[in-house]
């Protein structure tokens, strides 16, 4: 029985990251094919139609919104417009929070997880975390001398964000995926190879 149960969860921890990634993909492409399957009808005849073509639309979509955002007119509109939406009480805080987390992500300017460090938390006591601001030169309130780093908990969604002072802070030599997967899973992961 013993090896029955030893089998099913090494098989579920085989299978089931495989189905819930594919999961996720599947999701978006059924979701992008669904939203923009009547735009493409707009275009092409039903006979013409062919699936996967709503999906590649909303991939065109997205590039295009990405290439308008060079332009300066198209970014004072978007400012405009996503200063009004940040006015409106229940919408500013969704908003808020949507943006900043795919900004966190998307970003291709600034990555704030490119830095794993070691904070030192006392005699003995270190904790692994990401430098998200070198300084507060602009919010000296938190100490011009400190630094930020994100602390994430383990096998959640979530994290601390602590201001300590710089020489409590080490930088290691460790990748960003590695020390991620090590804190997420309670250092139970070992490094990808």
Not at 91 to 97: A, D, E, P
Not at 171 to 176: G, P, T
């Amino acid at each position: 029985m013993r090896f029955l149960l030893r089998s099913f969860l090494r098989g579920l921890a085989a299978i089931l990251p495989l189905a819930l990634t594919g999961g996720l993909v599947w999701w978006a492409v059924a979701a992008g094919e669904s939203l923009l399957h009547r735009v493409c009808l707009w275009f092409v005849t039903e006979e013409h139609y062919w699936p996967g073509m709503g999906f590649l639309l909303s991939l065109a979509l997205v590039i295009a919104a990405g290439l308008l955002m060079y332009s300066f007119v198209v970014r004072r509109i978007y400012h405009a417009l996503t200063a009004w939406l940040e006015r409106i009480p229940v919408v500013k805080s969704v908003y808020g929070m949507v943006k900043d987390v795919v900004q966190l992500f998307a970003s291709t300017e600034q990555k704030p997880f490119r830095r794993v460090v070691l904070v030192s938390m006392g005699p003995g006591c270190e904790l692994v975390g990401f430098l998200t601001r070198d300084d507060f030169a602009d919010q000296p309130m938190l100490g011009a001398t400190n630094v930020a780093v994100y602390l994430p908990m383990s096998y959640q969604l979530g994290g601390y964000t602590v201001v300590v002072a710089r020489e409590r802070v080490r930088e290691i030599d460790m990748k960003v995926e590695d020390a991620l997967r090590f804190c997420v899973t309670a250092g139970v992961a070992r490094p990808a190879s």
